[in-house]
């Protein structure tokens, strides 16, 4: 349940013949002893597709780690919510001023446990099911990107995130959600269009609650 799509994931035939390409590339890749090194590295944990996976271009993972590290301020508490490329993005060393801050990514898939006391196990069906170094209102930013284009999925993430939050959202989802999410957090969609690895037929978008760059990129 990572950067998203759709409720049931819906992609072109194009896109699904080149996931195969990837799919079958990646396990050439891993037998050849090629497979990324870094543990940071968006390719580090492959996409899965059937968990909803899709992974942010490094141009899209670079500005929303960049926003967050800006608007987390110094010494600041990011949460990255069903985002792990960003956060992956956040611990490269990349981003100027990443080292001020710190991390901690909500995922519900376990393969992100390598990241040890930064990885805590998230499912939206329970969104408020977190241990006590995700205390309430103890984030400065949280950037969320809800696994499933629904109602029912942004409402309960909406819950993780008024309670991490200290005020400050950014959220990433589908167009189709700007009403719902307009409502359930008072955000604006931003001009920023973010891009993901693999090609998504639905329009992706970001959001946020507060006076952004991202606004009028």
């Not at 209102?137 to 309670?163: G, M």
Request: aromatic content about 10%.
């Amino acid at each position: 349940m990572s950067d998203s799509d759709d409720d049931v994931p819906t992609l072109s035939a194009h896109t699904l013949a080149a996931l195969q390409e990837f799919y079958s590339e990646t396990q050439v890749a891993v037998d050849h002893g090629t497979a990324p090194t870094d543990q940071f590295a968006v390719g580090a944990v492959e996409e899965d597709w059937r968990m909803s996976q899709f992974w942010y271009s490094d141009e899209t993972a670079t500005q929303l780690a960049e926003e967050a590290v800006r608007e987390a301020g110094e010494g600041g508490r990011i949460a990255c919510v069903s985002a792990p490329s960003v956060y992956q993005k956040l611990k490269q060393g990349s981003v100027v001023g990443s080292e001020r801050v710190s991390a901690v990514v909500l995922e519900y898939d376990r393969r992100f446990a390598t990241y040890g006391e930064d990885f805590i196990f998230y499912d939206y069906n329970e969104p408020l099911s977190l241990p006590a170094s995700a205390a309430p209102h103890s984030f400065d930013i949280v950037l969320a990107d809800p696994p499933y284009l629904s109602e029912e999925c942004l409402s309960k993430v909406t819950q993780t995130i008024k309670y991490l939050s200290k005020g400050k959202v950014l959220l990433c989802t589908g167009a189709i959600m700007e009403n719902l999410a307009k409502e359930l957090l008072d955000v604006k969609m931003c001009d920023f269009l973010p891009k993901h690895n693999r090609n998504l037929s639905n329009e992706f978008r970001c959001f946020v609650n507060y006076p952004s760059r991202l606004l009028t990129c």
